[in-house]
């Protein structure tokens, strides 16, 4: 019991996270949301709040945003891309979208 | 008078015409200035996160078989990419970049530093060097186009990769508000690793991967930018120099205008004064 407890973190867990996405042209996109799904090299893969530094390219496919209202939006990346996620804040770089 | 009525208003008509055209000048780089401004600005950041994840990922490594990140120690063959523009009357913008590259070279061994010049301006000025320019690129005209950019950046790594050149510099103007802008160079090849500590991320798939993805990635963007950053500073240099050049005009007009009254003035009075004295010695 007492191994349980100290397991969970001290401070509150943040449920959301900032997210950028950056063209080289414009900012796509940039808010808090809830989750985030990539299309990277091995496959897609799933971002949530408190992710581990994680740096990866990405190839072309769809990127799903689920912000805090729970809406989703999805958008399609033509080219190359680079995600970043290092304490809650994730920034999505993509040649072309 | 030392100038007749009609040499004035001659004058006049003239400088009206040049201030007519200045003024429009003027207000078409104030419009290409405003476009390319905002593109600038929308660019930026995409550039700067690039940097920023590309020294993370270079911290505290040694060239890891990439062949951007080759190392030589024996700094010898230079390549010089100087961007500047097509059109004159921009006020002192091709000088600052020109004397700044001229000042680079002269560091160096004039048979070991090679020339990409983009721009007329540039080429004029850099034809003596002869074989020394690798390429030319003309006709832009300030006009930013996604085509050029890809091919300057596939120049300038082509001659890194073919070991034509052990480092590449680019010498532009970076535009800070439409009142400044300043002539650098900066480095382009070879990239360096810095040291300091690692932050522990998880790459995926490995280094080496992202790295091949990141750094090509990396340089199209830098030359994007330089070449968006020289764009900007060339209109908005010439914007600067055509409001000063119908301000002088106006100033002139002004002290021309005031002139041309005067001498109005003395000529009719000198008239009367004929009439009358001939009035008199008829009368007489």
Known sequence: MASLKSRVPPKIMEKDFLLTILCPDKKLYEGRIKSLIVPSELGYLGVLANHAPLITNLVPGKITIRNPSDEITVLHAHGKGFLEVFKNNVTLLVSAA | ?284
Do not use: W
């Not at chain 2, 005209?141 to 073919?162: H, M, P």
């Not at chain 2, 522990?200 to 990141?214: D, F, Q």
């Open chain 2, 1 to 284: 008078m030392s100038q007749s009525l009609k040499q004035i208003k001659n004058r006049i008509r003239s400088i009206e015409n040049t201030r007519k055209v200045t003024s429009a000048m003027q207000m078409i780089s104030a419009t290409k200035l405003s476009r390319i401004d905002s593109y600038l600005s929308q660019s930026r950041p995409y550039a700067q996160r690039l940097t920023i994840l590309l020294d993370k990922l270079l911290q505290g490594r040694t060239a890891s078989g990439n062949p951007f990140l080759r190392k030589d120690e024996a700094k010898g063959k230079i390549l010089l990419c100087v961007v500047t523009s097509d059109n004159g009357l921009c006020g002192v913008y091709n000088n600052n970049v020109i004397r700044l590259a001229e000042e680079f070279i002269s560091r160096y061994e004039r048979n070991k530093v090679k020339l990409v010049v983009i721009g007329k301006k540039g080429y004029a000025y850099f034809r003596n060097y002869k074989e020394a320019v690798l390429h030319t690129y003309v006709g832009l005209n300030g006009k930013y186009s996604d085509k050029v950019s890809r091919e300057i950046c596939k120049a300038l790594c082509q001659a890194f990769l073919t070991a034509e050149a052990d480092e590449v510099y680019i010498a532009y103007t970076r535009f800070k508000n439409a009142l400044t802008n300043k002539a650098v160079v900066e480095k382009f090849l070879n990239i360096d690793c810095k040291e300091a500590q690692e932050i522990g991320y998880i790459l995926e798939p490995n280094e080496a991967r992202i790295l091949e993805e990141l750094i090509p990635e990396y340089l199209s963007a830098k030359t994007r930018l330089m070449l968006l950053e020289s764009f900007t500073s060339e209109h908005a240099s010439r914007l600067m120099a055509m409001r000063t050049a119908t301000e002088n005009a106006k100033e002139l007009l002004t002290g021309l205008i005031l002139l041309r009254n005067k001498v109005r003035q003395a000529n009719i009075t000198r008239e009367i004064i004929e009439i009358v004295s001939a009035a008199e010695a008829l009368k007489g």
